[in-house]
């Protein structure tokens, strides 16, 4: 496919000159910059983005620099641990909180002789043009000062040298992952392997954060320190520690570091891709689909509308909008991605923060045991985070929200199907999950209290996303990537998952504080008032954002639309 | 127009501005009921936002839109009840197959799910999509897309049909099957208003034309009003005035 520049003038096509990784950076900037004209909010996005970026370079850069320049185990801990933490930060922020920058897509370079390297290459490049890049390599300079107290120049240098591989590693390794799981969930065939993909990862946190918190716990400072050592030969730290190594007089041990992260990147980079080609040519859907399978009718049309476990449904206009949902929710990629990242995240997350007493360390002591306040906390956390995935629910479906405008549906209406079409995947799960949580704790007595924290912070959540989702919508690029955001509304995506965050816990609170100073009367009424709480919520909060919907409906439709 | 009845559709003093550039310079039209109109323009002209801003689509800044009488902003129930849309580069719900697009549209309508049985299966057997069978429609060909969509438009049986770009992406076949379907909707008493840059389909089909050029109507009337003798692409051409190929551009193809 390619046409490489030693092939030119073979087949007469006139003389090709070689591109380089400089005109994608530069190709950015000039989309960036041309996305800026006229669109106030997203200035205002970038603006916001870069202060975020500033106060953590910044902050990094001083907390890195004081650190690790301080004469005692520090410089030890601080670089590897650090590191180590930046590296993770990057590989998971993407696939949950921010998506991946997808200013340059990919796709659009299918038709273009460009060889893969070249291409690679020049998205690489484009993609450490960017605040979160800069920001860390501003935040991780503060080790190059670290490495120069205690080693000299010498350090500092081979310390530098390791901070600028390092940003390449968070990088590439956020690309290598979002693209690769974007393929696996796109194909039909192994989405579900990426699901148990996910889960592993987001499993092997758990290991980690369990010997972090004991070794702090036990206050053993030697063994921090070896563990310390250990993270430190791990491509999530090397780069970050070489430096120190030097300072250490080991610079045998530094030039291997090196080494090793270079592998790293260069792997990644390889396996990037490979994941990317087949995002450029299996752009749309994944492969044909069920074309031949039953052209035969099971019913008639609106039969088949309706999943068959939702035969309940009427055969109206809401039954109709609910049906459509849920086979959304699972035929959509970038749907099912949301779907399949929170359930992972949801069953992982209160595991990970109560077996490790993780709770003791939130409420700034430890030694405190497990109670089932601590575990109603975690279980508000996972029940708003299930409301969170719905903040952009209408950037999923982008123009096609047109044909609800061309009909006429009532904003109560919608907002009322679509979420009843969401707990139907997600109340189960929420479900499973106290379950799962309350026999691991080895505290079934618990279930009550923390089902009913789960439903009334999904009800809360639900009330102040929907606001969200239909006053902060945004457009997602139509990519295969279901990670993909498009230029800032990364940003974007951020700040409006963390303010129905903060919102719907501010609003769940009041269970949460009941269940503290309540006795154990609160066992029996924890469940039935949770949910009289969140489904009182979620009703009204329906009723409010659905007359706002009504009022801004096409508003909504242009803030949905890609590229106007 | 002097008539009992209400024009089908009414624009009156539209404007819409994108940023700096005024997309829609102020339009006034009126589309007689039982007319087969034709709104002609260059790409760019506002054709698009100026039916976005008549079906509700698209927030005018200035002006009104009426259906059969009825405010689509004012009274959008009433006005949306009697309209059929066909829009441009908007997508569909596109991880449904055929068949329940349809059945979906016709409940969002709120029509009786027998009726949505039937209809469905007749407007899939006439446009020829019924091979498709559980094929999504985002696996959909372009012009398999555009017969798809207009069948979602035409299921309730509405009184208005806007089309916008009805015949772009079609085959031939498929655009003498819906010319003939548009025809026969027509004569029994439908109004049809589609845009399109075609101009042999806008002579072929139309009774009225409106020529739209830079957001503002040009040439408005019955199409022999507009032709006086000459043809459609003449008028057109010297009416948006285009730019003529004098030969000595791109000597070097």
New interface residues.
Partial sequence: MAVTAAGAGANDVGPVRGVRAGHFVLLKLRVLRNGF??QTSRIVLFVLGMLFGLWFAFGGFGLFALSAAHDSEFSVLVPAFGGAALVLGWLFMPLVFFGVDETLEPARFALLPLPRRTLVGGLLAAALVGVPAVATVVATAGLVLGAAVHGGATAAAIEAVGVLTGVVLCVSVSRAMTSAFASMLRSRRVRDLAAVALAVLAASLGPLQLGAVAAARRADLDQIVRIARVVGWTPLAAPYTAGFDVADGLPLAAAAKLALSALTVAALLFWWSRTLESAMVGS??GG????????G?RG???E??FPRPLGFLR???S???V??EV??WW??ARRRANLITYSVIGVFLPLVINLSSGGALLQGQSGVPRTPTTVTGSMLFVGTLAAVTLANQFGF????Y????????PGRLELRSRIVAYSVYIAPLMTVIAVAVAVVLGEPGWLPVMLGGLYAAYGTGLAVILFVSVLGAYALPDSSNPFAVNTGAGVAKGLLSLAGLVGSLVFAAPFAVVSAVAGDAWRWFALPVGLAYGLTAAVLGCYLAGDVLDRRA??L??AVTPR? | MINASPPALSLRGLVKRFDTKLAVAGIDLDVPAGSFFGLLGPNGAGKTTTLSMAVGLLRPDAGRAWVLGHDVWADPVEAKRRLGVLPDGVRLFDRLNGTELLAYQGLLRGMDPAVVDRRAHELLDVFALADAGRTLVVDYSAGMKKKIGLACALLHAPRLLVLDEPFEALDPVSAALIRDILHRYVAGGGTVIFSSHVMEVVERLCSHVAILADGQITAIGTLDDVRRGRSLEDVFVEVVGGRVATGQELSWL
């Fill in positions: 004209r006229g749309v859907s044909p689909a069920r074309a031949g399978q039953a052209a009718w008639g049309a609106v088949q509308l055969r109206n206009r039954g109709a909008l049906a459509r086979r959304y035929r959509d479906d982008g123009t096609a047109a044909a609800h405008i061309v009909a006429g549906v096409p508003e439709l242009a106007r």
